[in-house]
Each structure stands twice: as C-alpha cells, then as structure tokens.
C-alpha cells in the first residue's frame, strides 16, 4: 500500500472515530437537557407545594384564607377557569368554595342535576382529562362546549371525593400526562390546606357558637361587641345595641316544658338571623335573652329593625302559646346607640338593659329607646 493510500486511510479512521464521539456527546448533551428540564420541573413543583402550605390557614376571616387560595391558582396554575368545590358533609352536594372564569357563585351549593353530572364524569375515576370538549360533555354547570377539563377529586377531612379541583384551557388537549402528574401533587396539598383551614375555623365556629340556637354565643358577642364600638369610635360612625328578652318564658317552660322551650329559642334565634342584613350581628346572650350588634346604625334605625324584629316573632306560631298570659310569645327589646347613648361600651351596652327593663315595666311586648320616647307599637 502506497504511502498516500495508508494516509487517507488513517485520516478516515480518525474521521469515523471523531463522528462517533461527536454522536456520543450529542446524546449526553440531550440527556443532561432533559435531566436539566426535569429537575426545573421538580423545582417549580416544590416551590408551588411551599406557596400552598404557607397560606394563611388559621386567620380570623376564613374568606381570607379562600381568597389567597384563589390567588395562588390565579398566579400560578396556568388555566382559563378553575374551581374548587367541596362537600361539608359527604353525603351533601358539592358548595362551590372558590372559582375564577366560570359562571358560579362562591358558596352556593350544587344542584342535584350538577351533583348528578360531576357523578357521571367522575364514575370511579381518580382523576378525569376530558381532553375536547366539543366530543365529550362538560358537568353541566361549568357550561364550556370547547376547550380541555381536568377534574382532580380531593381526600379532606379522611373522606374520598369530598374536595374536586376543577381546571379548564381554551385549547383541546391542553393536560399532558406529565402535567396532570404534578396537577395531583398540587390538589393533594391543596386538600391538606382546606383539611387544616376547616378544622381550625370549625373549632373556632363551635367555640363561638350557642350549641341550642346556632347563632352566636355571649363568648363571641364580648369580643365582636368591643372590636364594632372602637371601630365606631374611632372612625366616628354610628352603632346600635337591641338587647331582646322573650316575654314569659319562664311560665312558658313552665307549663309546656324544656323540651318546647328550646324549640322556641331556636325559633326566636331563626327569626333575628332571617330579619337582619348580613352585616348585622345576633348573639344568644344567656337564658331567654338575646343581643344584637347593628353596625353603622343611629338610633331610628335601630328602632326601625327591632319593631321589625319585634312583630316577626309574633307571626311565628308557637306551639301552646295560647296558655300565655297575653295568648302569644312575644318579645321586649330595650335599644340603645352610640353616639347618642354612651360614649364607653360599658354604658351603651347598660342603656339597652335599661330599655329593655323598661319595656318590660310598661308591658312587655314593645322596643323602648331609653332617654326618647317609646316606639310606636302596633
């Protein structure tokens, strides 16, 4: 072999080795590119996991912890519409808990066809990706006839699909497989954030709530009472007290028992909450007798609410109200306002005793406004 043939021998030996190597370093440069991708993916997922568990689970305002939920999926899960719904109880529809894009009220319960629907999409799935939604039928009420869903189902409170994270994209086929993978993580923490916030503010609500009537206890109205009268006073706005007693109860005890007795409580206690606005605030506040707080109220409002309150539970039957001295259940109400009637909390909460004492003496059956004259009765 010539001294040519041997060089160009050689220089295709080594032209072969170098391709191979090239090849070789393609494929670890390929390989590192997507161990590099996976790893970022796992960073964001961890990093999405801390946002979660650092939500403000045990605030004062329960809509606070829900509207930082609503957020974190606002800035951080990329989707056109999602909603988190949630069943109190397992047997009870879904409650629509938090949501965004779709057409759906925050706290509104589910009806039975919706219910019914999520029902059929989910079957015994753990999850569902209804990747078109112009082939395949959406639950009924998040009304998309295009687009991709995802539907998460949740464990809270140790019971299987009492939570449901719902996302949707525009675009068909829009949840990859890796993706709804790391989707799952999220709704799983998710889930333990909600377990936490339920627990704590269902502690929070049994502590501050009458076990009899439902509404408020005396514990709680002792604290909401002071934080409204310094709101009041310090922003120089108005606040009415109603302290309310329901007339005769003891002789309505008396004669038809405790048994009936509670049973008009939680009657009396239905009919505060039904007739006052939301900003209002009704307490039991021991025995017979009930408070309660209107805020940003002067002292003709707040005899305007208690003759409503007033004549609301005379149109309520009560059962053997005829053996009461004067045929009804009725109520006396003694109301008082700041800054008309006290400049201390002490004071305008003792003025409304007074009135209601007062009504009392002239009769039972009517509101009196310490210091003014009495309310028209009717």
């Not at 377990?195 to 929070?204: G, P, Q, V």
Request: hydrophobic fraction near 40%; charged fraction near 25%; proline fraction near 3%.
């Amino acid at each position: 072999m010539s001294v040519c043939a041997v060089f160009l021998s050689q220089l295709w030996e080594n032209t072969l080795a170098d391709s191979q190597d090239s090849e070789s370093l393609k494929k670890q440069v390929e390989s590192l590119r997507e161990t590099n991708t996976e790893l970022q993916e796992k960073v964001h997922l961890l990093e999405l996991i801390v946002q979660i568990s650092t939500l403000p689970v045990a605030t004062v305002d329960k809509e606070q912890t829900l509207a930082s939920l609503n957020l974190f999926f606002r800035d951080n899960i990329l989707c056109d519409a999602f909603a988190v719904l949630l069943k109190v109880d397992p047997a009870a529809p879904y409650n629509v808990i938090t949501c965004d894009g779709f057409d759906l009220q925050s706290g509104r319960e589910l009806t039975r066809r919706e219910e019914n629907g999520i029902s059929r999409t989910l079957q015994n799935s753990d999850n569902v990706c209804l990747t078109d939604l112009s082939a395949a039928a959406a639950p009924p009420m998040f009304a998309r006839d295009s687009g991709s869903m995802l539907l998460l189902p949740m464990l809270i409170g140790g019971v299987k699909r009492s939570g449901l994270l719902v996302l949707w994209r525009q675009k068909p086929n829009a949840f990859p497989a890796k993706e709804t993978g790391r989707l799952e993580t999220v709704a799983m923490h998710v889930a333990l954030v909600l377990d936490k916030t339920l627990l704590f503010h269902t502690t929070r609500e049994l502590a501050y709530s009458d076990g009899l009537t439902g509404i408020f206890n005396r514990r709680y109205f002792d604290q909401r009472y002071l934080r409204e009268f310094l709101r009041a006073k310090r922003y120089k706005r108005s606040l009415a007290v109603l302290m309310i007693d329901i007339d005769h109860f003891k002789k309505y005890n008396d004669a038809l028992g405790h048994l009936l007795g509670d049973v008009a409580l939680r009657k009396v206690a239905a009919v505060l909450e039904k007739n006052l606005r939301r900003a209002d605030i009704a307490c039991r506040y021991g025995g017979e007798e009930f408070v309660v707080l209107l805020p940003e109220s002067d002292s003709s409002h707040a005899v305007m609410a208690a003759e409503k309150l007033r004549r609301a539970v005379l149109k309520v039957d009560f059962e053997g109200e005829d053996k009461m001295p004067d045929g009804v259940v009725s109520v006396s109400i003694g109301v008082a306002a700041y800054p008309e009637h006290g400049e201390d909390a002490g004071v305008l909460l003792n003025q409304a005793d007074k009135g209601l004492y007062e009504a009392k003496r002239r009769g039972r059956n009517r509101v009196v406004l310490m210091d003014e004259e009495e309310a028209e009765s009717a």
